[in-house]
């Protein structure tokens, strides 16, 4: 009997995947083995779908929490996947033989579980193969990427020698830590006990395709014997395949497997396939090319040739015989993008990455959560909105009465249901969109179809086997995980606009368990505001919100008891505490429960007290005047007292800014109010002038041109000009003159302004 032949890969290698084949060709085996969960075999007939479009993946996961995964993507270009489609055009049997997926996400979990028991790790003697990586690209000068397509995807010679033999020096150069060590051990014994199996069958001519890391135990070590693979550890899983996208497969993403340019290596694949690799050189270029052409920059011909052969000449300076991408990208950077990356980086991200996603046939294995997805969508009538193109959804929450069916009367809210749970799942099939109406009971959604949604849904399975379990699932998790009351009350907001009861009592009580100790008035306000807009649409979800009104009235006077202290501040601060007082101030208003009377008493304390900062003083009087509280009397009185000269002109006109936050057609229309301002200014000498300049100008800044029209207007009727020239005159660019005074304000020492 024939001894196995040991093909060793780099995943998402095209050098790989084209030696393969040829070796598969040459061979003739009776059977070929893969590294890859052995349980995970019955997958692999999807894969050879004619409907099938790479790439893909097969995931598994634990059916208990904490949820552990483990992931297997496959590009066009995986030695992998091109074994199996030889296997099957040659009717040759195709197994996994890796351990079980039951097996590695044990090990895995136990691994987890003793890392968090923060046992001493004993040190480790020597390199670990990260570390022989990182010594090896700091003596190449390159990164281990650029050292493999220098090496291997141009090879020319014998790729699987060459291959077994640099897994072998890896292997040997490196000592990994006890338990890594250990598992490659146990997964080469559980290999090796494949191979025997097959060898009983009858099978003579075995190949096998695993990492090059693994031919040297392949090679050496034992079979797992039946007792040891009894005593294995497992525990119980799902799997399913899953359409994949070039991004996930990079490195960028996070994938430790994966490679910098997935697209890329498509070029280098196909260069292959035709027999010539520098082919791929000359596509990259070309293509990088079009896409700077379509996106407006002009990009010649001659830069595409001149990056070319600069590509040529990197390479031969670099000791390989066609040029690499790292050469590729550099001559691109040199020649079309004129010395600058950014000017090339967004065609460079999507010839070297690329938009890629998978497409699996009808009747590929799904997950629960997917099977409930499409059972929704036909249940709530969203089948038509499966399209790529965006599509507009209205809703209407409110009950429908012309109806016969109570289904057909909470149509829209049942609808809203499900694409927040959608929303909070992080699955894109839905973005809410602002409506055409004002009202609480409309909402609507942009509706739009694409292959990523898939992934997303398989992922969400995660989290639980239906939507509306995996939503539970997930607002309990971000419940768990608020770190103040603000985060609890966004948890609290989504599961009363998921519909989810049940969620938002958790959540609910995360809120009641963080308020008893918060104390940062901007976290009060925000969960205020959350928890009064529930009350007031309650009733429009069929939500019941007994509870919340107590937690309301909580937070309402914490925040009276709080917030006169936290406008004892510096400006930095000031805008967050003015924010959090017109949240407060519309909380109580829209809540005739909430004391009326505290909270006029604090918005007048604030806007007397001459020891807070100024702006939050100014804002709370601009509170008071929204609500109709102050006579134009007081406030004369309160601006001549403020805007006087005995007060540094930083705080007046910083009382001036936050007074201007609110009501600006109420001021404009008080011509008194003007007047003082002119009076206080004119009073101000040169350096006072400059430094309330400052504040002045921040303080128009966010009004709109008719806003400031109209004040040039009053101080036209106050300078005595016609007040539409004067409008004219200072709604004009700036001047020449007036430039110069502002660039005085360049030398100027603003202190602590």
């Not at 966004?490 to 938002?504: I, K, S």
Request: charged content about 25%; hydrophobic content about 40%.
């Amino acid at each position: 009997m024939a001894s196995p032949v040991y093909f060793g890969v780099r995943h998402l290698s095209p050098a790989a995947a084209h030696y393969v084949r040829k070796e598969l060709d040459r061979v003739q085996p009776d059977i070929v083995l893969i590294e890859g969960p052995a349980d995970l075999t019955e997958q692999m007939h999807w894969f050879c779908h004619p409907q099938t479009k790479l790439p893909a993946a097969i995931l598994a996961y634990t059916q208990q929490t904490p949820i552990h995964t483990l992931l297997y993507p496959f590009a066009e270009y995986s030695p992998e996947y091109q074994a199996i489609l030889w296997a099957n055009k040659h009717k040759v049997p195709c197994r996994f033989m890796d351990l079980p997926s039951s097996v590695m996400l044990a090990i895995r979990q136990s691994k987890e579980e003793e890392q968090d028991q923060d046992q001493p790790q004993k040190e480790i003697q020597g390199r670990t193969t990260e570390e022989v990586y990182q010594q090896l690209e700091t003596l190449l000068g390159e990164s281990h990427d650029t050292f493999w397509e220098r090496k291997f995807e141009q090879l020319e010679g014998n790729y699987l020698e060459a291959a077994a033999e640099f897994g072998k020096q890896l292997r040997q150069s490196a000592t990994d830590p006890a338990f890594r060590t250990a598992e490659n051990l146990v997964r080469e014994a559980y290999m090796k006990r494949c191979i025997q199996q097959a060898q009983q069958e009858g099978k003579e001519k075995i190949f096998c395709v695993c990492g090059a890391y693994h031919v040297e135990g392949l090679e050496q070590n034992s079979p797992m014997t039946d007792q040891e693979e009894k005593m294995l550890p497992r525990v119980e899983t799902n799997a399913t395949l899953m359409p994949y996208s070039y991004y996930r497969l990079s490195a960028r993403s996070g994938y430790g497997a994966g490679n910098q340019a997935p697209a890329y290596f498509e070029l280098l694949w196909n260069a292959l396939k035709e027999g010539n690799i520098q082919q791929a050189g000359y596509r990259y270029l070309s293509e990088l090319a079009a896409s700077q052409r379509k996106l407006g920059q002009m990009t010649s011909s001659a830069e595409v040739i001149e990056a070319a052969r600069l590509a040529n000449a990197l390479a031969f300076m670099r000791n390989s015989k066609y040029p690499v991408l790292q050469d590729l990208r550099d001559a691109a950077i040199t020649c079309m993008g004129h010395g600058n990356l950014s000017e090339i980086s967004v065609s460079v991200a999507k010839v070297e990455i690329g938009t890629k996603i998978g497409q699996l046939p009808e009747g590929v294995s799904r997950t629960s959560i997917q099977d409930d997805f499409y059972r929704q969508l036909k249940e709530l009538n969203l089948e038509k909105y499966r399209t790529p193109e965006v599509q507009r959804l209205d809703l209407d929450l409110r009950e429908k009465l012309r109806v016969k069916s109570e289904k057909a009367a909470w149509m829209d809210l049942n609808r809203s249901f499900f694409l927040h749970r959608l929303r909070v799942l992080n699955i894109g099939f839905a973005t809410p969109t602002p409506t055409r109406s004002e009202g609480a009971w409309a909402e609507a959604w942009n509706l739009r179809w694409i292959p990523e949604t898939e992934i997303e849904m398989v992922e969400a399975a995660l989290l639980g086997e239906t939507v509306s379990l995996a939503c539970s699932f997930s607002l309990k998790e971000q419940a768990d995980k608020s770190s103040d009351i603000a985060q609890a009350a966004q948890v609290f907001e989504d599961a009363f606009l998921c519909g989810m009861p049940q969620a938002a009592e958790y959540a609910l009580e995360a809120l009641q368990s963080l308020s008893v100790e918060t104390a940062a008035v901007e976290e009060i306000s925000k969960a205020a505001q959350r928890l009064s807009k529930i009350l007031r649409y309650g009733d429009l979800r069929r939500f019941s919100s007994q509870a919340i009104q107590p937690l309301l009235s909580q937070l309402f006077l914490r925040a009276c008891l709080t917030m006169e202290e936290a406008c004892n501040c510096d400006d930095e601060a000031a805008k967050r505490v003015m924010e959090s007082i017109e949240r407060m101030n519309r909380v109580q208003l829209d809540n005739d429960f909430l004391e009326e009377s505290r909270w006029i008493d604090l918005l007048i304390s604030i806007s007397d007290r001459d020891d807070l900062n100024t702006k939050c003083s100014g804002f709370a009087m601009a509170t008071l005047i929204e609500r109709g509280l102050v006579r134009e009397e007081l406030l004369s009185t309160e601006v001549a007292r403020r805007l006087s000269k005995g007060v540094p002109a930083d705080l007046g006109a910083g009382w001036f800014e936050g007074l201007a936050q609110k009501n600006r057609y109420s001021l404009i229309m008080r011509l008194s109010l003007w007047e003082q301002l002119d009076d206080y200014l004119q009073q101000l000498d040169d350096e006072d002038f400059k430094r309330a300049l400052v504040f002045l100008r921040r303080a128009f800044a966010e009004f709109s041109a008719n806003e400031k029209s109209d004040i040039a207007e009053n101080l036209g009727e106050i300078w005595g000009v016609n007040p539409q020239q004067m409008a004219d005159l200072l709604m004009r660019d700036t001047t020449e003159a007036e430039q110069e005074i502002l660039d005085g304000l360049d030398d100027f020492d603003f202190g602590d302004i």
